[in-house]
């Protein structure tokens, strides 16, 4: 089972900032790599598939990269909705596996 | 517009049986896999399994295997999630979602809270 490591486990930023979120697979999983927001309450929101591809209706200050072990999510300028837990996912390899989350908290 | 609809909250004791489902309109139902996540108290997504409610094809996460029960019925477009016997470490919000490009999970029901308690 493919294990993924999410950093850091809380970030505290502000409104306007970058943000940067990071994934790490114990194996490679090509570019099956998916990000997730969550807010408290809610039910996931899938962000980002294939490590850099935006899903439907995603604003473009979301962007993701990376291949192979090492992903990244950036968020270019914060705004305040954006404050939540946010997950990756690898569908590279069954069974299909999510990291621990980070929270991305108002500073 | 693609709906997931999951049934409402349940309560149960130990030892109880429960299914819970999750109905899908908007789309053609036998076309696109559903998955079944958990999400205990506090904590993270865990991938349980999923099935393609077309021909019933179902393939369980090892951890989750023997477990739970996963079914769909496509003649009213609904998919399931069963337990035989409960137990308190059962206890936590289970989704539904459909699956979409790749297995990313694309569109999610707004999630079924169970809670076990003696």
């Known amino acids: 089972e493919i294990v993924l490591t999410q950093s850091p486990g809380t970030l505290s930023l502000s409104p306007g900032e970058r943000a940067t979120l990071s994934c790490r697979a114990s194996?490679?999983?090509?570019?099956?790599l998916a990000w997730y927001q969550q807010k408290p309450g809610q039910a996931p929101r899938l962000l980002i598939y294939g490590a850099s591809s935006r899903a439907t209706g995603i604003p473009d200050r979301f962007s993701g990269s990376g291949s192979g072990t090492d992903f990244t999510l950036t968020i270019s300028r914060l705004e305040p909705e954006d404050f939540a837990v946010y997950y990756c996912q690898q569908y590279g390899s069954s069974p299909y596996t999510f990291g621990q989350g980070t929270k991305l908290e108002i500073k | 517009e693609v709906q997931l609809v999951q049934s409402g909250a349940e309560v149960k004791k130990p030892g109880e049986s429960l299914k819970i489902s999750c109905k899908g309109s908007g789309y053609s139902f036998t076309s696109y896999w559903i998955a079944w996540v958990r999400q205990m108290p506090g904590k993270g997504l865990e991938w349980m399994g999923i099935?393609?409610?077309?021909?019933?094809?179902?393939r369980n996460t090892p951890s989750f295997q023997g477990q739970v029960t996963i079914s769909a019925d496509k003649s009213i477009s609904t998919a399931y999630l069963q337990w035989s016997s409960l137990k308190a470490s059962d206890t936590a919000m289970y989704y539904c979602a459909r699956i979409g490009s790749g297995w990313t999970l694309q569109h999610w029901g707004q999630g079924t809270l169970v809670t076990v308690s003696s």
């Open positions: 099935i393609h409610p077309g021909d019933s094809d179902t």
């Open positions: 194996q490679s999983v090509s570019n099956y």
